[in-house]
Nanobody, 123 residues
Framework: QVQLVESGGGLVQAGGSLRLSCAAS????????MGWFRQARGKEREFVAA????????TYADSVESRFTISRDNAKNTVYLQMNSLKPEDTAVYYC????????????????WGQGTQVTVSS
């Protein structure tokens, strides 16, 4: 079982940038597909981005395509989410997730989760 800890959230003005990090421990990181999800207050958890463990292929939600970039550093057991051109509607708790199966887009595809980090974008 892998343990995940997110960091890098905070308050930023619209148009600004943040980089989230997710540090993994307890298992072989490079064997996991990794994903980022977010959950705004009163809404369901939604897919943001995912990256495979072989080849580093990436998938993005339409709402963040061209603004967000997911990447991974297997030597550091860390996955990142670079968020640019942030909008108020990006405000949410962002969660890192891991899967040994595939880099899916549904929360049920990922059995391991971090505790989340708050991102707030002011207008």
């Amino acid at each position: 079982q892998v343990q995940l800890v997110e960091s890098g959230g905070g308050l930023v003005q619209a148009g600004g940038s943040l980089r989230l990090s997710c540090a993994a421990s307890g298992s072989t990181f490079r064997s996991y597909a990794m994903g980022w999800f977010r959950q705004a207050r009163g809404k369901e958890r939604e897919f943001v981005a995912a990256i495979t463990w072989i080849g580093g292929a990436t998938t993005y939600a339409d709402s963040v395509e061209s603004r967000f970039t997911i990447s991974r550093d297997n030597a550091k057991n860390t996955v990142y989410l670079q968020m640019n051109s942030l909008k108020p509607e990006d405000t949410a708790v962002y969660y890192c997730a891991a899967s040994t199966l595939r880099a899916g887009v549904d929360p049920t595809d990922f059995p391991s989760w971090g505790q989340g980090t708050q991102v707030t974008v002011s207008s």
